[in-house]
């Protein structure tokens, strides 16, 4: 495969990846993640490292994609300078954390993990579950606790935090438009660490392939960056004019056979 095929694949990746993200409101990763899977095993990566592969590169697209919606929730005032400072040491730690820990397991095990993940978050989306809303924010060593939380869990499966980061934020007080906009900029330390220590966890492994460097294969990044923002756009547009309830329904259907895909 020409380098010129695999660059316009990877953009058709991050365009399909894009649209979906904006249109069922759900970021990069749970869509991403599975995507780069795909395209790796088509392109011959060895399926031992696919999957460190797969999360790494979602991670670093995160720290541009991610950022950018940071910034425009941040210019709309919608993110708590005191909830992001008390959960940012947990986030960054967390992230490292993550990553060892996937770097620690075989490339089967952790696709296994992330099928159930997958799985659960289709079951919830699915069953319609919201953010338990709260009062007041706890102290910090508990937020650091939970930072420690959502950086762990969001770095292992190549997320960004939102997924776990709005409901944490909702039960501690946060509108939901608080809870989106600091969730946004959680997932921007999340990322960087992550993506950072993948480059650091997988350089030199002989099984890595042309383009990549560390757990990071950078024409993926290209592409899925180049494409996707503009794409989630038109999804974000698309999903405004489409029931909500078909929405959720239709990711979560989504959500459940790309998790059982990883499992058998």
């Given at each position: 495969?020409?380098?010129?095929?695999?660059?316009?694949?990877?953009?058709?990746?991050?365009?399909v990846a894009g649209l979906m993200a904006g249109l069922f409101g759900v970021g990069g990763?749970?869509?991403?993640?599975?995507?780069?899977?795909?395209?790796?095993?088509?392109?011959?990566?060895?399926?031992?490292?696919?999957?460190?592969?797969?999360?790494?590169?979602?991670?670093?697209?995160?720290?541009?994609?991610?950022?950018?919606?940071?910034?425009?929730?941040?210019?709309?005032?919608?993110?708590?300078?005191?909830?992001?400072?008390?959960?940012?040491?947990?986030?960054?730690?967390?992230?490292?954390?993550?990553?060892?820990?996937?770097?620690?397991?075989?490339?089967?095990?952790?696709?296994?993990?992330?099928?159930?993940?997958?799985?659960?978050?289709?079951?919830?989306?699915?069953?319609?579950?919201?953010?338990?809303?709260?009062?007041?924010?706890?102290?910090?060593?508990?937020?650091?606790?939970?930072?420690?939380?959502?950086?762990?869990?969001?770095?292992?499966?190549?997320?960004?935090g939102g997924t776990l980061c709005v409901p944490w934020l909702s039960r501690c007080g946060?509108?939901?438009?608080?809870?989106?906009?600091?969730?946004?900029?959680?997932?921007?330390?999340?990322?960087?660490?992550?993506?950072?220590?993948?480059?650091?966890?997988?350089?030199?492994?002989?099984?890595?392939?042309?383009?990549?460097?560390?757990?990071?294969?950078?024409?993926a990044f290209l592409g899925i960056v180049m494409a996707s923002v503009p794409c989630a756009?038109?999804?974000?547009?698309?999903?405004?004019?489409?029931?909500?309830?078909?929405?959720?329904?239709?990711?979560?259907?989504?959500?459940?056979?790309?998790?059982?895909?990883?499992?058998?």
């Amino acid at each position: 495969m020409t380098l010129a095929l695999t660059l316009l694949g990877y953009l058709a990746l991050g365009a399909v990846a894009g649209l979906m993200a904006g249109l069922f409101g759900v970021g990069g990763g749970l869509v991403i993640v599975p995507a780069l899977v795909f395209a790796f095993g088509l392109q011959g990566v060895d399926a031992g490292i696919a999957m460190h592969l797969a999360i790494g590169t979602s991670l670093a697209t995160i720290v541009i994609t991610g950022g950018s919606s940071a910034w425009a929730h941040y210019q709309r005032g919608s993110v708590q300078r005191d909830a992001f400072l008390a959960l940012l040491p947990g986030l960054m730690l967390g992230a490292v954390a993550g990553v060892f820990v996937a770097g620690a397991l075989s490339g089967g095990l952790l696709g296994t993990l992330f099928g159930i993940f997958v799985i659960l978050m289709a079951s919830r989306m699915a069953m319609g579950f919201g953010p338990r809303l709260g009062r007041r924010m706890p102290s910090r060593p508990v937020m650091g606790v939970a930072g420690s939380v959502i950086g762990g869990v969001s770095a292992l499966f190549g997320i960004g935090g939102g997924t776990l980061c709005v409901p944490w934020l909702s039960r501690c007080g946060a509108s939901m438009a608080q809870a989106v906009g600091t969730a946004a900029a959680c997932g921007m330390p999340i990322a960087l660490f992550g993506a950072v220590t993948f480059i650091a966890v997988g350089w030199n492994d002989p099984r890595l392939p042309a383009g990549a460097t560390g757990f990071v294969m950078w024409p993926a990044f290209l592409g899925i960056v180049m494409a996707s923002v503009p794409c989630a756009r038109i999804g974000a547009r698309l999903a405004h004019s489409l029931p909500a309830r078909v929405l959720r329904l239709s990711f979560a259907g989504l959500l459940l056979l790309v998790g059982l895909t990883f499992l058998f």
